[in-house]
């Protein structure tokens, strides 16, 4: 029957801080800025399932930027885990379906209305999926817990609003547990001041109470110990030592009702798990900034007087394809190779324009397409040491391999006319249109001359963000994490872009800092769309965007 809990005699491994969160402390609110890897998902899928089953028909939040994070990143991260502990699809849980009576499992305390968005669990307990580019999925709702992955993308003050208020009700159901509304809020390290909110928990944190905690608990742990061996003999603890033990447990339930655990943690902490080999080809594959943020969870300032100065966060937008996500009705295996499908942005009928740039480590591809009197920043690209710009070009055309226009417009400056140092002696500008014409798309040619002057670039460019050229760019976050983050750490040196770091070489001490690549291919297509478009039809297509 699946009111029957899962059999299983799988150990489950848990590194160290993992096993400190989610067994020891249990704070009510937890947040953790952890690196890439680190294994957040263990954490997800053991705070829910406690959740879940110690509150049976309670109501969860399940909160994410776009429902397109959702489905790639916190749900099959979390679910993956519940399936190798022995809890089961349609028959412990279900996604995006009503939960026949046949299979008789509990009822949820407030009726679901549609089941369309909601993880059901077999006692009745629930789970909504909330995704902010979604309105109304918080709406008319009253949560248990919330559960806030990716945090760095969450827009706090729709959050504020929207979520947070909903965080209320059902105490008489169960406000006797200490993570009756609860929180666990988990990202890697944020770059910008708006993806940070999140830690300002860090001042909530009382470390005291958090030791306190531990202390406690292994009082606990150690007399339970004693009365284990105690029964074991044959004796029964005394009244003196159950009492005691009663008391010990609620002093660490209050304890815990009222804590905030604030962790930062590197990708490291997980080195059991991942090896030190992934760790060393994360370095190797990842861009600096990002192996630094997102694997090694380091705080990196970020540049007020950058050469982007007129970029803000109204640049930045999503665009998700609800219809097909919706029509994948939550067959993770449908998605693990993602493709244009899944962005709204894009106009299939219309030709992509493209640009590049070229370094002997790293090389970039950075995709968009004028719409009205903006200029969409799709989606970019980048691949590291071994492999080069046909395997970049790969890469962009698996993506947009359901583009019907498979026509590319190919901005490039008199650098590409250079060769050498990524693609042997052939000119870069050559071997990227071949690679394009061999995976079945055509290329028109647009030679720009040469480099534009860094002053004039910067005038140019910050002029186009400011509305005050004939496109304004504006960036898919979603697609252009990497890329953003290149944009917004680019500082000005002698009057230009800050481009010194790319010239250091790579160590152990000095990794490829703050590299300014990705930025200069967006330059690039800014460039080229602002000053030398291919025809009217290219930015005369009508968009919301």
């Not at 294994?39 to 028909?57: D, S, T, Y």
């Not at 953003?484 to 010239?503: C, H, M, P, V």
Request: aromatic letters at 10%.
């Amino acid at each position: 029957m699946p009111m029957e809990q899962p059999k299983t005699d799988q150990q489950v491994y848990l590194n160290d801080v993992q096993r400190d969160i989610t067994t020891v402390v249990q704070a009510k609110d937890t947040i953790l800025v952890a690196g890439r890897a680190f294994g957040k998902g263990p954490v997800h899928a053991l705070w829910n399932l406690r959740n879940f089953q110690r509150m049976p028909g309670s109501i969860t939040g399940i909160v994410s930027a776009n429902i397109k994070r959702a489905l790639t990143n916190t749900l099959p991260s979390m679910l993956v885990h519940w399936e190798r502990w022995g809890y089961k699809r349609n028959r412990h849980w279900c996604i995006g379906i009503k939960p026949p009576k046949a299979w008789g499992w509990g009822k949820p305390i407030f009726p679901v209305q549609n089941f369309e968005n909601v993880l059901s669990f077999y006692n009745g307990s629930v789970g909504y999926i909330i995704s902010q580019d979604r309105s109304g999925t918080s709406n008319s709702q009253s949560y248990d817990a919330l559960d806030c992955d990716e945090a760095k993308f969450i827009d706090f003050e729709q959050f504020k609003d929207e979520t947070l208020p909903a965080l209320r009700g059902n105490r008489q159901y169960f406000g006797k547990h200490f993570f009756h509304h609860s929180m666990l809020i988990t990202s890697d390290m944020p770059v910008t001041r708006k993806g940070s909110w999140f830690l300002d928990y860090r001042e909530k944190c009382d470390p005291e109470v958090i030791e306190m905690i531990r202390t406690l608990a292994y009082d606990i742990a150690q007399m339970e110990r004693r009365c284990r061996e105690l029964r074991a003999k044959g004796v029964e603890p005394s009244r003196c030592i159950k009492g005691e033990l009663r008391r010990m447990h609620r002093e660490l339930c209050q304890f815990r009702s009222v804590a905030v655990d604030y962790r930062e943690v590197s990708s490291i902490e997980n080195l059991e798990v991942l090896g030190e080999a992934f760790i060393k080809q994360l370095k190797r594959d990842l861009p600096p900034l990002t192996f630094q943020t997102s694997v090694l969870c380091k705080r990196i300032g970020l540049s007020r007087d950058g050469f982007y100065s007129s970029m803000t966060e109204s640049h930045k937008y999503s665009a998700t394809n609800f219809s097909y996500l919706d029509s994948l009705e939550y067959q993770f295996d449908k998605i693990k190779e993602p493709s244009s499908l899944m962005d709204a942005d894009v106009d299939p009928a219309q030709p992509l324009c493209v640009a590049f740039d070229f370094n002997a480590n790293i090389n970039w591809l950075v995709t968009g397409q004028p719409r009205g009197r903006k200029l969409l920043v799709l989606k970019s690209f980048y691949v590291k040491y071994e492999r080069k710009l046909r395997e970049l070009v790969a890469d962009f055309c698996q993506y947009y391999r359901h583009h019907k226009n498979k026509r590319v417009i190919f901005y490039f400056d008199a650098t590409a006319k250079q060769g050498s140092y990524a693609v042997d002696n052939t000119t870069f500008m050559t071997v990227i249109a071949s690679a394009f014409r061999l995976n079945g798309w055509s290329v028109t040619l647009k030679d720009i001359g040469k480099p534009m002057m860094q002053p004039v670039k910067h005038l140019l460019i910050n002029r186009m963000f400011a509305g005050q050229g004939k496109l304004m760019p504006m960036i898919n976050r979603e697609n252009n994490e990497d890329l953003i983050l290149s944009i917004q750490t680019a500082g000005i040196y002698n009057g230009g872009k800050d481009k010194r770091a790319e010239k250091l070489a790579e160590s152990d001490e000095s990794p490829l800092e703050l590299r300014t690549d990705g930025s200069d291919a967006f330059d690039t297509l800014c460039i080229g769309c602002e000053k030398y478009p291919v025809s009217n039809s290219m930015v005369s297509v009508v968009s919301s965007f």
